[in-house]
């Protein structure tokens, strides 16, 4: 056999797994840098057309923030991994992708929210559900019309949720997929994804005729892609010295020009031997570790069980991956990239306030 042979497809799924982890792992950095410096430059700026700019760029970045959760999904596993996902942007390619392939006679029309529930389930299934849905609205769309795509979110009662057997009371995301003209009905297939996802569906009248087909979801979580709040009782700091362990350069001076913005002082490493070393300096100056899950050296959680040896209860919070978090002791903070300024800031004062 020839040593130029084409890979297996387990080889080329295992590949295309660690190729999507890896390019999730520095988007992540990218992102989160992004999102914080925004942050940092809005206070900094006074003119209508720069906080308009910003804006545009704290939205592309979060855009990117759900494809990094998409890439986080193919390496994970296949169709049916679950995962907590928005299913705004899902919503907005599904829409772009109907146009690309619907004839010039079909219109294609959204209306999408800024914010909806997040679901829980395969975002790869949710997509294929809402394409069959509009693929089928399409067949009475022969001579042309228009085919709108809308979602919104709603909460169920008692009362509406018992009208809608297998739903709960409770959040829902609604999903409609309306033609203009036509029945909008559902196919056999996603008749079962439906109710794969807990969801049920049903049909309403259009206002200008026809019908509409709504499925309601069980929403998991609430919107997460608008600016998080600060809490309402975050102090300013006082001065207290933070301990940055980062090796992204552009990660690391974002946190460091966001907690020294806030009223922190800040101490960087870009290994974990580099912030062990400076730790070591002064132990009992050091108020937290913010340290990475990934650095070089001496990784997050090895870094703070060394810290805890110089200086035991110092508090800390893990940025990057869960997963990567559990030998550095079930007390520590994790905080999930690429994250805001205010998640940096909240975990920060909560570490903090768990000091004993």
Aim: glycine share 10%; proline share 6%.
């Amino acid at each position: 056999m020839s040593g130029t042979e084409a890979p297996e497809p387990a080889d080329k799924s295992e590949a295309l797994a660690a190729l999507s982890a890896g390019l999730a792992h520095d988007l992540n950095n990218v992102l989160s840098a992004v999102l914080m410096t925004v942050e940092l430059l809005e206070g900094s700026c006074t003119r209508e057309r720069e906080r308009t700019v910003l804006a545009a760029l704290d939205d592309t970045a979060r855009r990117g923030v759900a494809l990094v959760r998409q890439l986080r999904w193919i390496a994970q596993g296949g169709e049916d991994e679950e995962t907590l996902f928005q299913p705004r942007h899902l919503l907005g390619d599904l829409q772009k992708a109907a146009r690309s392939i619907f004839p010039a006679s079909v219109a294609v029309a959204s209306d999408i929210p800024a914010a909806l529930f997040m679901l829980r389930g395969s975002p790869l299934r949710f997509y294929r559900l809402v394409l069959d849905l509009c693929l089928d609205a399409r067949e009475g769309l022969a001579a042309g019309g228009e085919l709108r795509l809308a979602a919104w979110n709603t909460e169920l009662d008692e009362i509406a949720a018992a009208q809608r057997p297998g739903l709960a009371p409770g959040p829902h995301m609604v999903l409609e997929v309306a033609p203009s003209a036509g029945e909008a009905a559902l196919p056999a297939a996603a008749a079962a994804a439906v109710e794969a996802c807990g969801g049920f569906a049903e049909t309403a009248a259009r206002a200008n005729g026809g019908q509409a087909l709504r499925v309601y979801l069980p929403a998991a979580g609430h919107p997460e892609d608008l600016p998080a709040p600060l809490a309402a009782d975050l102090q300013p700091a006082t001065g207290e010295v933070i301990l940055v362990a980062e090796s992204d350069g552009a990660v690391r001076e974002a946190i460091a020009g966001i907690l020294e913005k806030h009223g922190y002082q800040v101490r960087t490493a870009a290994d974990g031997a580099e912030a062990v070393a400076l730790f070591a300096r002064d132990p009992q100056a050091v108020a937290a570790v913010v340290a990475a899950t990934d650095l070089p050296y001496l990784d997050g959680p090895g870094l703070l069980r060394a810290v805890g040896r110089l200086h035991a209860g110092v508090p800390a919070v893990l940025t990057g991956r869960a997963e990567g978090s559990g030998s550095a002791g079930p007390a520590v903070l994790v905080l999930a990239k690429p994250f805001t300024a205010p998640a940096l800031l909240e975990a920060v004062r909560r570490a903090l306030g768990g000091r004993e």
